[in-house]
């Protein structure tokens, strides 16, 4: 009997091993295939071509904290914490997807500077990031497309790929036949704005914005103007105007801490102003 009992106890013991070995061998051999289904979206790697051109129209440097959204192999966010100097995130849903990128990150010797989470890119935080990229689906980038705008102006997005519905892209770059689409997430200054340091009394702006497009007029004196070649990048705006006595002004700011702050050029005079909502 006692000897029945420690055979089956053997017996019982190596079974487990084996199926603990079995359950674990294919992580360590995993190895993702092109065109396998994910969550919502199929895998296909980017090239290595346009990453490099992605990561420098972004132009990442060692300042940056790079957040890729569905990192797969997690070649983005290697190459931007190797060719770069970048602090990298990598966020992939599939469990094996990112135990493969793990192994990645660390034959590359970044794992001082490469995280890959296991994760959902809509509930994990991202918010640090000053790049972020992506290569999902067109309906996920829509879906995404308030989350970006709410971050801090000036965060860089790259798409390889697809586009962000109405929000047109800054700039697109080109790979043979593999496009990506820039972005730089804009301020929110749409509404009505009082300038004040400049002659006259204090002007009053209405802004008008579609996402970085920007237009809107300036009254002075009883009089309103157009505000010229008006562009917005980040939190950087820049106008012109025109003035009663025919004069060019040239507007050059930043948004800061709810305030427009900078400074008014005109007959290579140079003025510094606030604009502030009223």
């Given at each position: 009997m006692k000897l029945s009992r420690f055979l089956l106890y053997v017996l019982l013991t190596s079974w487990l091993n084996l199926a603990l070995a079995s359950t674990a061998t294919p992580s360590a051999e995993y190895k993702p295939q092109v065109g396998q289904e994910g969550k919502d979206v199929i895998w296909v790697p980017t090239p290595e071509g346009l990453i490099d051109k992605m990561l420098a129209?972004?132009?990442?440097?060692?300042?940056?904290?790079?957040?890729?959204?569905?990192?797969?192999?997690?070649?983005?966010?290697?190459?931007?914490?190797r060719q770069y100097g970048a602090k990298s995130v990598g966020i992939e849903y599939n469990p094996e997807m990112a135990q493969f990128a793990r192994r990645k990150v660390a034959e590359a010797g970044m794992t001082d500077k490469v995280k890959i989470i296991t994760g959902d890119i809509f509930q994990e935080d991202f918010s640090a990031a000053t790049v972020v990229t992506l290569y999902l689906m067109p309906h996920l980038n829509i879906k995404l497309r308030p989350i970006l705008l709410k971050m801090k102006p000036?965060?860089?997005?790259?798409?390889?790929?697809?586009?962000?519905?109405?929000?047109?892209?800054?700039?697109?770059?080109?790979?043979?036949?593999?496009?990506?689409?820039?972005?730089?997430?804009?301020?929110?200054?749409?509404?009505?704005?009082?300038?004040?340091g400049v002659d006259g009394g204090p002007l009053r702006l209405n802004i008008s914005q579609s996402y970085q497009n920007i237009g809107g007029t300036l009254t002075r004196g009883g009089q309103t103007f157009n505000l010229l070649g008006a562009k917005l990048r980040?939190?950087?705006?820049?106008?012109?105007?025109?003035?009663?006595?025919?004069?060019?002004?040239a507007f050059s700011g930043r948004l800061e801490g709810g305030r427009l702050t900078g400074t008014v050029v005109a007959d290579f005079s140079s003025t510094s102003v606030e604009m502030t909502r009223p």
């Open positions: 129209a972004a132009k990442v440097n060692d300042k940056d904290t790079l957040f890729d959204l569905g990192a797969g192999d997690g070649i983005i966010a290697i190459t931007a914490a000036g965060t860089r997005v790259v798409s390889n790929t697809f586009s962000m519905g109405d929000w047109e892209p800054d700039e697109t770059v080109l790979d043979q036949h593999w496009r990506a689409h820039f972005w730089v997430v804009p301020a929110q200054i749409e509404g009505a704005w009082v300038m004040k980040g939190d950087e705006v820049k106008f012109q105007f025109n003035t009663p006595d025919r004069k060019v002004h």
